[in-house]
Each structure stands twice: as C-alpha cells, then as structure tokens.
C-alpha cells in the first residue's frame, strides 16, 4: 500500500521514452546557452578590470558573482569513478578568485561542464573612459538579467527557480554600477 501512495504523490506519469529524454536535453541545452550568457559577461568584467585596474574595488566583488553564475550553470558531470588516483575537476576558482588584473580570462573555459562556449574569441571591447566601461558593463548585466528571464519560462522549475535568481541579481548589478554607490 505504502507503494500506491508514493506513486499516487508522483508527478511522473510513467513515461521515459522520447518525450523526457527530448526534455532532459532541451534544459541541458538551456542552461549551458545561459551559462554562455553568464560566461561572456564575466568575459566583459575581465576585459574591463584588465584596461582599468583602477576599479578594481568596485567591481571585483560583482564579478565574483558573475564567477559563481557560470558554476552554478555549468551542467552537472557524472560521478567520478573511484578507480585509481583522483584528478581535481577542472572549476572556476582561479578565475573566482578577486583580482585586480584578471590573467585568469583563459581559464574560463575550464569551467566545471564547460562546452567551449562564449570562452574563446576576441577579447571584448572596452572603452578608454573608465566611466563609460562601467556603463557598458551594466548595459550587458541588463541584457544577461533579460536573457536569464526569457530563459525561465522555458526551462524546468529547478532551472527556472535558479534563473529567476541570477536575473534578479543581474539586475541588482546593474542597478549597482549605474545607480548605486561610487556611480
């Protein structure tokens, strides 16, 4: 009996043919297209803390932030087999680590799930005006908050929750660096 009630609470309906497997690489799909997102504004930050290492202070905290997006987004990986010697995973916590000059730009790519995208490339654009840096950086925090919460609506409600999060503190960054303090 204790067995009918478990699966009278369940919101499986029983099937795991195509259509779960379909939905299980949709939000795979998601969250690594979101995880890009995050990863080429930490891009940004890193580019603007390289050209103005001045402003430093006020911005490292915020990219840690961005840091820590791109691993909470990164899909999880398989469990690690316990055969032979462990090897460290790869993760973030060079480039998560504040700076005042972000050489650990190259390291992105070493992000935990990591497929490569928005890591390489070009360094962005930044512009000589400390100021204007500043605004372009929360111009892509703006636009990185609106991917996020376009993302949602068609992600799971784990994913959702996780970026109705991240657009809500991608906004607050925003907010931060035009209006807050020291703007």
């Keep these: ?39 080429e504004l930490l891009r940004l930050y890193d580019a603007v803390l390289e ?36 090897k460290p ?10 700076s005042s000059a972000p050489s650990s ?5 070493t992000a935990a799930g990591d497929t490569g995208d928005g890591a390489s490339g070009p360094a962005p654009s930044v512009p000589a005006d400390p100021g204007a840096a500043v605004r372009a950086l929360a111009a892509a925090e703006r636009r990185a908050s609106d991917a996020h919460a376009d993302a949602l609506v068609h992600a799971p409600p784990e994913l959702a929750r996780l970026l109705a999060s991240l657009a809500a503190a991608d906004a607050a960054h925003a907010y931060l660096l035009t209006e807050g303090p020291s703007s």
């Design 89 to 98: 995973s790869p993760s973030l916590s060079a480039s998560s680590a504040p």
């Design 1 to 39: 009996m204790a067995g009918g009630l478990l699966t009278a609470c369940s919101d499986d309906d029983g099937s795991r043919g195509p259509t779960s497997a379909a939905a299980v690489r949709a939000a795979k799909a998601l969250r690594v297209k979101s995880a890009g997102t995050s990863r």
């Design 51 to 86: 050209r103005h290492p001045d402003q430093a202070t006020r911005l490292t905290p915020l990219r840690g932030a961005v840091a820590h997006h791109v691993t909470a987004l990164s899909p999880p990986q398989p469990p690690k087999k316990k055969d032979g010697p462990a």
């Design 105 to 109: 730009a190259p390291s992105l790519g």
